[in-house]
């Protein structure tokens, strides 16, 4: 099994393995060149198609920040705001109609807890590294990241929920509920009354 194929099914894996640093190394560079391209800029799009290979078409406003690229995957209609962070180790989903906020953080790398499990160390290869797994993120239809989020890995957020600016959100949210906070807790369901046309919305 290669480490990529460790890393993406959630098992220990190594980092510095030279495929996956060579993707890294790619996939940073992408970014570099998007977030220096002007927007509208005919090369941005070829760009994210280089670096996204899954993007469905999702625009993102940029400045961009991705590990890999290959592990997000992106419904229709997506959009990203300002400084979106994706570290796609395990695959990160984005279902359809998703709005991020500026600032959002989709992590999902998890390091050892333990100090000494935690450590650099000297890989076959002579290069030093660390022990590292990833948990996948999945992000469902019609979900608002608000601004400055952070989305732990190992977290799916139900369908049409709103998570708050600032949240860390580190468990499960259902749908159709909105949750904010650190850690992100939900606050109540979301209904009619949520409706900007509602007549409390319109005093």
Not at 93 to 107: A, E, K, M, P
Not at 116 to 136: C, F, I, Q, S
């Amino acid at each position: 099994m290669t480490e990529r194929e460790k890393m993406v099914k959630g098992l220990i894996y190594d980092p510095a393995d030279k495929e996956l640093a060579e993707r890294r190394q790619y996939a940073h560079k992408l970014c570099s060149r998007y977030n220096a391209a002007e927007e509208g800029d005919p090369a941005r799009d070829d760009i994210l198609g280089a670096l996204l290979p899954h993007r469905n078409g999702a625009y993102l406003q940029g400045p961009v920040y991705f590990d890999y690229g290959y592990n997000t995957y992106f419904g229709k209609n997506c959009y990203a705001n300002f400084e979106f962070t994706v570290l796609d180790c395990a695959t990160v989903t984005l279902g359809n109609n998703v709005f991020i906020g500026c600032g959002v953080s989709l992590v999902t790398p998890v390091h050892p807890l333990l100090p000494n499990e935690r450590a650099m160390y000297l890989n076959e290869e002579g290069v030093l590294t660390d022990k590292e797994y990833a948990k996948p993120i999945v992000i469902s239809d019609d979900c608002w990241i608000a601004s400055n989020v952070t989305v732990c890995g190992g977290v799916t957020v139900g369908s049409g929920s709103v998570i708050g600016a600032g949240s860390v959100v580190t468990r499960d949210v259902p749908s159709g509920v909105f949750a904010a906070g650190n850690p992100c807790k939900v606050i109540r369901k979301l209904t009619e009354a949520d409706s900007i046309y509602s007549k409390k919305k319109q005093k």
